[in-house]
């Protein structure tokens, strides 16, 4: 069995995953096939940005999506920064369900879409630099190394006085010893990792605390409301910059701080290509848009 066959062997038998959080969506046409196949063909050093679209498949709903995104589902709203800094309850409340929801989020695997990033750039050498919206660690399991996270990582977290950091595993072996008869699993999921408790459970959860200065503690998430690391924007302007065609992956493009990777891209000539099954914010601005489920398509291609 040559390399190839190998690959595709390795991606049927163990990246099947439930689609219950991928939203309606066309077969993939053949011209779409040639289309991103000469696209990807003719790169040399492209950056890749992939959005909530290629977790879906791996299980994570994602929060627009039509019908099946969590804001179809519910009315949930994500976690704001600064209700986050300055109320303790707040605090209290998300970590309470964070805790719960971390078995299932952390145990996720890589789709077959992480799978063909990776080959991209490990075995291909295609790829500059994989940027991900995405705070749930896939790439890197799925064996990526470039990867850059523009809005952090739901796996480690940080003390918000002193500035430590901490693993995300160790905290939940922490947060276990605080609270002996909180359950620890749901069959519920959210993007962000965390579930829906009964508020009794809440009030009486305990919170972590850094070890070192008893300060608050944060998952180094870049929440609704806060602003992405200036050194980690300019770390990505290089990228694009330094790069020769940008491929979106699994994005509707809504938040800006995605949207504006597009945007340099546009400004500096680089060549774009988007794939999602949705519009995406950018539809107007780039000729090459794909309507298609990634993980119909990028086994075709890489």
Known sequence: MNNQKSFLYFLSRYTT????????????????????????????????????????????????????????????????????????????????????????????????????????????????????????????????????????TAFRVICLKCGKAYCRYYLQERMTEFNPDMKQTSDMIRPDGDVEIAQDRIVNFNPPLCDSCNGPLKPDITFFGDNVPKTRVEAIRSVVSNSDSLLVLGSSLSVFSGYRIVLQALEEGKRICIVNIGPTRADKLVRKKISARCGDILPRVC
């Open 17 to 152: 995953q439930p689609l219950v959080f991928v939203p309606k969506h066309n077969p993939v046409a053949e011209c779409d096939v040639r289309l991103l196949k000469n696209f990807i063909s003719s790169s040399k050093k492209m950056a890749i940005l992939t959005g909530a679209g290629i977790s879906t498949e791996s299980g994570i709903p994602d929060y627009r999506s039509e019908e099946v995104g969590l804001y179809a589902r519910s009315n949930h709203k994500p976690i704001q920064h600064l209700e986050f800094v300055k109320s303790a309850a707040v605090r209290q409340r998300y970590w309470a369900r964070n805790y719960v929801g971390w078995q299932r989020f952390s145990s996720c695997r890589p789709s077959v879409v992480h799978y063909c990033v990776r080959n991209l750039e490990m075995e291909q050498d295609k790829v500059s630099s994989v940027i991900t919206q995405n705070v749930d660690n896939l790439h890197s399991k799925a064996g990526s190394k470039n990867v850059i996270e523009l809005h952090g």
